[in-house]
Structure formats: C-alpha cells, structure tokens
C-alpha cells in the first residue's frame, strides 16, 4: 500500500463526558447513548464487535447485531455451532464493542455469554422476515462449503420444504445474553484528551471511576 497512513486523522469535537452527566446507572446512559447512535447513525446502529476466546487462549472477533437489552444484559442470536458459539461454550467470558464514529462515541462491555431461554429464541425467530428464517435453517455456520451454489441449493431446498408453512427455529441457532460486570464509555474528545467513564460491577452495586485517555 503506498497511502500514507500516518496522515489519516481527525480531531474528536463533538461532546464531553463529566461524571454528573454520566449519572450512577450504566444501563440508563447506554439506552441514552444507544438512542442517540440510531438518530445520528443510520446504518447499522446495533451493531458491535463481538470478541471471544477459544479453549487455546486466542481471541477471535467478529461484528454481530444487538438485539435486545434489558435487566439481563445484551443479546444477540446466532448459530449454536458455529465458530463463536463452540468459543462461549468452552469459555463464557466475553466483550462487545459498540463504536459510533459519527459520534465519537464507544463502549466496552465486557462480562458472561450464557443461551436465553427456548422460548424467547422462538418468539424473535417468528419474527424475523422470511428470508432470514430459512437462511439461519440453511446455513451450517463456519463450517467450509463447496460452492456459493451449492449453498443457494440448499437455501432453495429449505424453501420448497417449508413452502406452506412456517418456518420452523432450528435447534441449533438461538439467543445468547452477555451479562455484563464491566461497562465502560469512550467519549472521543480534542487533543486525544479523551473522557472515559468505567463502571465495574461489585455484588450487585455499580461503581464509576474515571481513567486517563
């Protein structure tokens, strides 16, 4: 590549981050921040890099799309045997990172991945457009196919199989729910002097601290 890349920057300037603006409830300022980002940020507001590790100690990530947050946690859906989800079954510890460039925003969250119940699963399946229902049946996740083809083959097949009906939740793809006990917020600021408020959960109570940029 022969762009310079040192040359590529911009100053943050959009807000700032004090302690009484942060309040005392991390859940209440990542709703706040999160209704802020789908005002400003169109395209893909939910989503987020979702990290994991594998029984080795090396860390895989990938961008996921939150779909739910409530007194739990955060959720998302995928495929139980795919990559990440072998990954939370060998160890549950987890992070998402949320980044908003039109914002200058980020969070970090970080805490355990264990599967929802059967029942929600199914209830946000049925939801979900058609063409996603016999995608998620379709694809074995991760796994290493022949062909674009062959995977359109196997999507048509779903397709026939389910022509007049609905389509059935496969046993194999639900929702999992980071519970988080580390959550902390990135507001970029100028000169780098960046604000970053941290909570850290202790038995049940939030703490806030603030660290150096």
């Known amino acids: 590549m022969?762009?310079?890349?040192?040359?590529?920057r911009r100053d943050y300037n959009f807000d700032d981050l004090l302690e009484e603006k942060a309040g005392n409830d991390p859940f209440?300022?990542?709703?706040?921040?999160?209704?802020?980002?789908?005002?400003?940020?169109?395209?893909?507001?939910?989503?987020m890099v979702l990290s994991t590790v594998d029984q080795e100690g090396v860390p895989h990530a990938r961008v996921v799309l939150l779909k739910k947050?409530?007194?739990?946690?955060?959720?998302?859906?995928?495929?139980?045997?795919?990559?990440?989800?072998?990954?939370?079954?060998q160890n549950n510890q987890a992070s998402m990172t949320f980044f908003w460039p039109a914002l200058s925003r980020q969070i970090r969250v970080e805490g355990t991945i264990e599967k929802i119940d059967r029942a929600a699963t199914?209830?946000?399946?049925?939801?979900?457009?058609?063409?996603?229902?016999?995608?998620?049946?379709?694809?074995?996740?991760?796994?290493?196919?022949?062909?674009?083809?062959?995977?359109?083959?196997?999507?048509?097949k779903e397709e026939s199989a389910f022509a007049d009906q609905?389509?059935?939740?496969?046993?194999?793809w639900g929702g999992y729910v980071l519970r988080p006990n580390f959550i902390e917020f990135w507001q970029g600021r100028p000169s780098?002097?960046?604000?970053?408020?941290?909570f850290t959960e202790h038995q049940g109570e939030w703490n806030m601290t603030r660290k150096a940029p």
Do not use: M
């Open 122 to 156: 199914q209830a946000y399946f049925a939801s979900r457009p058609r063409g996603s229902q016999l995608a998620a049946r379709t694809s074995q996740q991760s796994a290493v196919i022949a062909s674009r083809d062959a995977l359109q083959e196997a999507f048509s």
């Open 2 to 8: 022969n762009r310079d890349l040192h040359s590529i």
């Open 69 to 89: 947050r409530d007194h739990n946690g955060f959720t998302f859906f995928t495929n139980y045997d795919s990559e990440k989800g072998q990954q939370i079954a």
């Open 28 to 47: 209440s300022l990542f709703d706040t921040w999160l209704e802020k980002a789908i005002e400003a940020c169109p395209d893909d507001p939910t989503a």
């Open 166 to 172: 609905d389509v059935a939740c496969p046993e194999n």
């Open 192 to 198: 780098r002097l960046h604000d970053r408020i941290c």
